[in-house]
């Protein structure tokens, strides 16, 4: 799986996000900015995340998805 075809996913799945991606393509980290995580903890922004990418994680299309998670806030 391309970094642009993850990036393009995770894009659709938070609103008004910025995905910025690094790696290759089964072994990759993101960093994903959205307001859509304001008051939320990290562990449930991490979740929501992987529960978008879940089913390349199942199926060992994507191996590893390293997250880190801000608001616009947190990110300025």
């Known amino acids: 799986m391309t970094l642009e075809k993850i990036q393009a996913k995770i894009q659709a799945g938070i609103e008004n996000s910025t995905v ?6 089964c072994n990759c980290s993101t960093r ?3 307001p ?3 008051g ?3 562990l449930a922004r991490q979740k929501m995340v992987l529960a978008i990418m879940n089913e390349e994680i199942t ?3 994507l191996h590893a998805l ?3 998670t801000r608001t ?3 990110d300025a």
Not at 20 to 25: H, I, L, Q, S
């Open 20 to 25: 910025v991606m690094e790696g290759d393509g």
């Open 40 to 42: 939320m903890s990290l």
């Open 59 to 61: 199926n060992g299309t």
């Open 72 to 74: 616009p806030k947190e």
């Open 36 to 38: 859509i995580f304001e």
């Open 66 to 68: 390293s997250v880190k």
């Open 32 to 34: 994903v900015v959205s």
